[in-house]
């Protein structure tokens, strides 16, 4: 019997199911708004931020983004092929908006932009910085990324942007790179708002968190390395908020390896990404102390889980509270044997989830440099320490995984080779009976001078001659003590 052609499921209306007179109410809106942007920008460019006319248009288009937004909690605003979308929601071209769409398109296009979204909670001043830095001229390479580096200092919270497609896609391993580096730099300025709104009461809303968390995922599943690589960047001054991003990009490499699909590599991310949480409610003074902690701080410290497991209540849309990101939080300093905290009543297990976290916590905090005393464990002996000590409480399974995705000398170690040479390293070595041989970039020649640009090489390699590799590390060593920054290898 020949097969019956597929009949296309019915598709669900955009946007949670909106009826049609809504989808014509966002259209009627949402054309609106293009004209009301088109004309802020206008006049942003004639005249200077106080003058009455720009006051007068950003006025207008405040109210209508306010009607949009009672509407819906998030609009996005999506320029694809000389075509405006709102939400999914084609606005119809006609004579009287077709110069205005052009511009906007125009303004959007030179920086390499396909779409922005707005939440609600949006100020003014986040409407004058975008439009602002809108109307910068746009950088030669690069567009979109220095759009987003410009935009992510000027504290916009409320408003995010995309690239447009066409420069989306990766095209070799530069791009995979850059792609890697935004990713993180963003994620980072979300993780560092959201737990900044938060300390200081602002209602915030997950979706930048959620949508960071789908770009992790998303690039762990296509190019694992290039986001790994940027864990050891490392800045002490940002500890908290890449501490948070790093977690999360463990996190989630180690689901990968693990089995699971997307959608609970994110829901895991997004635990690891909000893991803690609690940190906001902890003495600020205490939280980046340089120095070790006193029996009472430390105290104090160890409430983190719970409240953090707290703080998730009071974030915005209770439809959105996310349960297993708070049990995770609460779970992720409990220890295999129960000891840990906070302390169980009854013998309970930490769900799998949280023993990730766990160890993905546990390897990013004790090879960063917290303060400017503290000296961070090399990578391969926090690794075996993990593995080695029971009494640390990790999943010895959970670490195995980890361990073989890491391979032994962690992405990030400096080793010194047979050679004399020494190298950083750049990526496990993808055969995993051969986790003791990764893929280096050597930085230092056997006469201790700078190879620049490092040449990367790959440690299983043979040597024709003897069959022995022609490469073996010797050691792993503290990059300090030769004034090394490992991050400068990985950008
Ligand atoms: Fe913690
Ligand atoms: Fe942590």
Redesign the pocket.
């Known amino acids: 019997m020949p097969q019956a052609a597929a009949v296309p499921a019915p598709q669900p209306a955009p946007h949670g199911g909106l009826a049609t007179g809504d989808e014509r109410e966002v259209m009627r809106r949402g054309r609106d708004f293009l004209f009301a942007f088109a004309t802020c920008l206008r006049s942003l460019q004639l005249y200077p931020m106080e003058n009455q006319t720009v006051g007068k248009s950003l006025a207008e288009m405040e109210a209508i983004v306010g009607d949009l937004l009672a509407l819906e909690e998030e609009l996005s605003v999506r320029y694809v092929g000389n075509f405006f979308f709102v939400n999914d929601v084609r606005l119809r071209v006609d004579l009287a908006s077709y110069a205005t769409f052009g511009a906007v398109g125009r303004a959007l296009a030179r920086h390499g932009i396909g779409h922005f979204d707005f939440f609600r909670g949006v100020q003014r001043a986040e409407w004058t910085a975008f439009l602002s830095v809108l109307l910068t001229e746009p950088a030669a390479e690069d567009a979109f990324d220095v759009f987003s580096e410009r935009l992510n200092r000027s504290a916009v919270l409320h408003v995010a942007v995309g690239p447009s497609l066409e420069s989306d896609a990766p095209h070799d391993d530069d791009d995979a790179k850059r792609l890697a580096k935004r990713t993180y730099a963003q994620s980072v300025a979300v993780a560092r708002e959201v737990m900044t709104g938060m300390r200081m009461g602002r209602g915030v809303s997950l979706r930048p968190v959620k949508r960071a968390v789908q770009s992790i995922v998303d690039q762990v599943l296509s190019n694992e390395t290039s986001l790994v690589g940027l864990t050891t960047l490392r800045d002490y001054d940002e500890y908290t908020f890449t501490h948070c991003v790093n977690v999360c990009i463990f996190s989630v490499a180690l689901g990968k390896k693990l089995g699971f699909d997307k959608h609970q590599l994110y829901e895991l991310g997004l635990g690891a990404l909000l893991?803690?949480v609690g940190k906001i409610r902890m003495p600020h003074e205490v939280v980046n102390k340089a120095g070790p902690l006193t029996a009472d701080e430390a105290r104090g410290m160890q409430e983190?889980?719970t409240e953090g497991m707290l703080v998730m209540f009071g974030m915005r849309g209770l439809t959105e509270v996310p349960l297993r990101a708070m049990l995770l939080a609460y779970e992720?300093?409990m220890k295999t044997d129960q000891t840990g905290y906070p302390r169980s009543v009854r013998p309970r297990a930490p769900t799998l989830f949280s023993r990730i976290v766990a160890v993905a916590?546990g390897f990013d905090a004790a090879t960063t440099k917290r303060s400017y005393q503290s000296q961070p464990w090399p990578p391969d002996k926090v690794l075996r320490e993990m593995r080695d000590n029971p009494g640390r409480g990790f999943d010895p399974l959970v670490v195995k995984a980890f361990v073989s995705m890491t391979g032994i000398y962690p992405v990030g170690s400096v080793v010194i080779l047979d050679t004399f040479e020494m190298a950083v390293v750049a990526a496990p070595n993808p055969r995993p009976e051969l986790l003791h041989q990764p893929v280096v970039k050597i930085i230092y020649d056997s006469l201790g001078v700078p190879v620049d640009p490092p040449r990367t090489v790959d440690l299983s390699e043979l040597d024709p001659a003897t069959g022995k590799p022609l490469r073996t590390v010797i050691k792993t060593t503290d990059p300090e003590r030769y004034g090394i920054n490992v991050g400068d290898y990985f950008v």
């Open positions: 893991h803690d983190h889980p992720h300093h916590d």
